[in-house]
T-cell receptor, first 110, second 111 residues
C-alpha cells in the first residue's frame, strides 16, 4: 500500500493564480481531510469528507474548495491564491481513532 | 471542542523512559484521547488512543487518570528518532471525525 500520497511536494504560485493540490489514498477509507500548518503552529482543518459526494467545512475553509467524486481522491483547490495561503498542506485519511497523513505539499504564494 | 494543555517542550536522555503529560479537565464522557507525533518535515503520525483504560501498543503506552482529566503518553525507551512534536487531542465519540491540533510538546532526545 502506498498509503496517502500528495502531489506536488513543492509549489510556488503568484497572487491570484489558482491550482489544485492532489491527494489520494489506497486504504479504502471513507474519511479524508485537508489541514494546513503555518510555521511553528499546529495543524488547522480546512475541509473534510465522510465519503464520496459528501464534504464539509473545517476551521479555515475560506479560499479553498473541495470535491469528492471517488473514495480514493480528495483534491483541494485554491481559487485565487493569496500570500496568506503560504503554508504546508497535509491530507489525511482514516477510520475511527486512527488517521494517516500524507507527506505534505509546501506552498509559497508570492 | 474540549481543550488540552501540554508543556511546550521536554527533554529526555536516550534509552530512558519519557512521560509526556496532557491535561484535559473539560473532557466529556464520549471524548477519546488521541496522541499523534510529528517528526521534522513530515506529516503527523498516529501514536495511540484510548477512552478510559490504559492502552499499550508497539510504539507507546497511554495512562489515563481515573477521573479522565489528565493522561500521560509513555515512551518506554526514548531513541533519537523519537524527537518530535507530540500532540494530545480529544476526539468526540472516537469517531473518524476531525482532529483539533494544539501546539503540542516538542520532545528533544539527548544521546
Amino acid at each position: 500500500n502506498a498509503g496517502v500520497t500528495q502531489t506536488p511536494k513543492f509549489q510556488v504560485l503568484k497572487t491570484g493564480q489558482s491550482m489544485t493540490l492532489q491527494c489520494a489514498q489506497d486504504m479504502n477509507h471513507e474519511y479524508m481531510s485537508w489541514y494546513r500548518q503555518d510555521p511553528g503552529m499546529g495543524l488547522r482543518l480546512i475541509h473534510y469528507s465522510v465519503g464520496a459526494g459528501i464534504t464539509d467545512q473545517g476551521e479555515v475553509p475560506n479560499g479553498y474548495n473541495v470535491s469528492r467524486s471517488t473514495t480514493e481522491d480528495f483534491p483541494l483547490r485554491l481559487l485565487s491564491a493569496a500570500p496568506s495561503q503560504t503554508s504546508v498542506y497535509f491530507c489525511a485519511s482514516g477510520r475511527a481513532g486512527e488517521q494517516y497523513f500524507g507527506p505534505g505539499t509546501r506552498l509559497t504564494v508570492t | 471542542d474540549a481543550k488540552t494543555t501540554q508543556p511546550n517542550s521536554m527533554e529526555s536522555n536516550e534509552e530512558e523512559p519519557v512521560h509526556l503529560p496532557c491535561n484535559h479537565s473539560t473532557i466529556s464522557g464520549t471524548d477519546y484521547i488521541h496522541w499523534y507525533r510529528q517528526l521534522p518535515s513530515q506529516g503527523p503520525e498516529y501514536v495511540i488512543h484510548g477512552l478510559t483504560s490504559n492502552v499499550n501498543n508497539r510504539m507507546a503506552s497511554l495512562a489515563i487518570a481515573e477521573d479522565r482529566k489528565s493522561s500521560t503518553l509513555i515512551l518506554h525507551r526514548a531513541t533519537l528518532r523519537d524527537a518530535a512534536v507530540y500532540y494530545c487531542i480529544l476526539n468526540y465519540g472516537g469517531s473518524q471525525g476531525n482532529l483539533i491540533f494544539g501546539k503540542g510538546t516538542k520532545l528533544s532526545v539527548k544521546p
